[in-house]
């Protein structure tokens, strides 16, 4: 459940990143290929061939959100052990949460993120909620 430990984070000066991409990106498979959104700024940032237009970035808390056993939802799944983007269904409406201070604070992220980016539109700006795992080393990228 989430990331692990900060240990197993590969970073995007990694060799094994550089590999990995290398295989979707210049061989042809007979079949598609999909990731995670969260892979999304490594696609954006390693390789030449994929058409960005057919990737997305992070839909938490724009599109979507997750709902725990506890009834808090979150912008994310990945949020379980970080109270401070969780909102109580014990206490608030669906609406209620998906308009509150967590959840716009995460959809700010997109915004105030990487601004002087030209390829910032295709990846978002990275993870709202572990800036470590974006694939990205680009002096335009802002740290939160």
């Not at 979507?64 to 909102?87: G, H, K, L, R």
């Not at 990275?126 to 974006?134: A, E, K, M, R, S």
Request: hydrophobic share 30%; glycine share 6%.
């Amino acid at each position: 459940m989430g990331i692990g430990t900060a240990d197993n984070i590969l970073t995007s000066s990694n060799v094994y990143i550089q590999r990995f991409y290398d295989l979707i990106d210049k061989k042809r498979y007979p079949f598609k290929l999909g990731f995670d959104s969260c892979s999304c700024a490594g696609i954006i940032n390693f390789t030449n061939n994929i058409d960005f237009i057919s990737t997305d970035y992070c839909e938490g808390a724009r599109y979507s959100c997750y709902i725990d056993a506890q009834m808090n939802m979150m912008p994310c799944s990945f949020a379980t052990d970080i109270e401070e983007w969780q909102v109580s269904l014990n206490h608030s409406s669906i609406k209620e949460a998906w308009n509150s201070n967590a959840f716009s604070t995460f959809r700010s992220f997109f915004t105030n993120s990487c601004c002087k980016c030209k390829q910032k539109n295709y990846c978002g700006g990275g993870c709202p909620l572990f800036p470590d795992i974006t694939l990205c080393n680009k002096a335009e990228r802002t740290t939160h």
